[in-house]
């Protein structure tokens, strides 16, 4: 991976066309790069797989044209995979790996979803987001608390050394029964207490950035619970950028072993976006299916449901 946040720190948040141009600039000279490391040539590979969404279009469109050039080049398939499946299934890359069947959480700055996860290509969509992701709420929050940019980890950074007692923000879905998130009402209400607050000191802010950081945790937290509790699984998968947060980590361990179950992360280098993730899922899929039974297809979805994408690649005859 190449990290872009020097690139768009100035602006607070991802600017679509610098994050293509700069995309063009560093894919090859990265591929080279992961090459030398692992003494691979390039003629060895046999399968290029590439980001087909969802996400920002001229970005995926960079990693659509490099990944078609290259097997075009070398004569193999290539084939789009899901982004959410990449971290989906990235924890399958560490020891102890989760297995089949399982509760996962992806939670991100643009994502927050369940799923039931039944194999691979077997998901189930059980509840996501009605408005912000959590990442989102946690980065427009810490803008409103004047952190810098990625705002994330400055959030969490800040609410190791504040009290989560201080103010009461809401937990909207906790009492709703179902399994859906909502995190918009979290920013407004930090908004609201800012305003009302005025100059902040450290301390002001600190107490405001744990608080946050608890009612975003609690809301995930619950409905993990919720969602093993009624499907009677005992496994917990969480994969995403969010997924690196140490509160979220500690709590959702300590709810899941209450409950007799496990929680597995993936490392902490795989939360964020990465190539591996995506070259792993495609292994995965592909690994039993001759190239001739690949379909090469140049697309991309912005907007893709990967509940839906799982149902239509079952639904596809293998050829």
């Given amino acids: 991976m ?118 691979v290509g077997r998901y189930a969509l059980l509840g996501e987001t009605q408005d912000d992701a959590a990442g989102e709420a946690f980065d427009k929050t810490a803008t409103v608390l004047g952190l810098e940019y990625p705002g994330g980890p400055a959030l969490a950074r800040l609410a190791e050394n504040g009290d989560p007692a201080r103010h009461a923000l809401p937990r909207p879905m906790i009492a709703s029964g179902d399994l859906d998130f909502s995190f918009s009402g979290l920013k407004t209400a930090v908004l609201t207490r800012v305003r009302e607050l005025g100059a902040l000191g450290e301390a002001a802010r600190a107490d405001l950035a744990a608080a946050v950081q608890a009612a975003g945790v609690d809301e995930l937290a619950e409905q993990c619970r919720r969602e093993l509790a009624r499907e009677g699984l005992e496994g917990l998968v969480v994969a995403g950028g969010v997924g690196a947060n140490a509160a979220l980590r500690e709590r959702l361990a300590r709810e899941a072993h209450a409950m007799g179950g496990e929680v597995w992360f993936p490392p902490l280098r795989l939360c964020t976006d990465n190539g591996a993730m995506i070259a792993f899922a495609a292994a995965l899929k592909y690994a039993d299916r001759g190239p001739e039974s690949i379909v090469d297809e140049f697309s991309v979805l912005p907007r893709w449901d990967l509940a839906a994408a799982a149902r239509e690649a079952q639904s596809t005859p293998r050829r």
């Fill in 2 to 119: 190449h990290s872009q946040v020097r690139l768009h720190a100035d602006y607070g948040g991802v600017v679509p066309e610098l994050a293509s141009r700069d995309h063009v600039r560093r894919l090859l000279p990265l591929l080279r790069e992961v090459l030398r490391g692992s003494g691979r040539r390039i003629d060895e590979v046999s399968l290029v797989a590439y980001t087909r969404g969802p996400g920002l279009g001229g970005a995926l469109l960079v990693g659509a044209s490099i990944a078609s050039g290259l097997a075009l080049a070398l004569g193999c398939p290539v084939v789009g995979i899901h982004h959410l499946e990449g971290h989906l299934l990235s924890p399958l890359l560490a020891e102890p790996r989760p297995q089949f069947p399982f509760v996962a959480l992806l939670v991100s700055g643009g994502h927050t979803q369940l799923m039931r996860v039944d194999g």
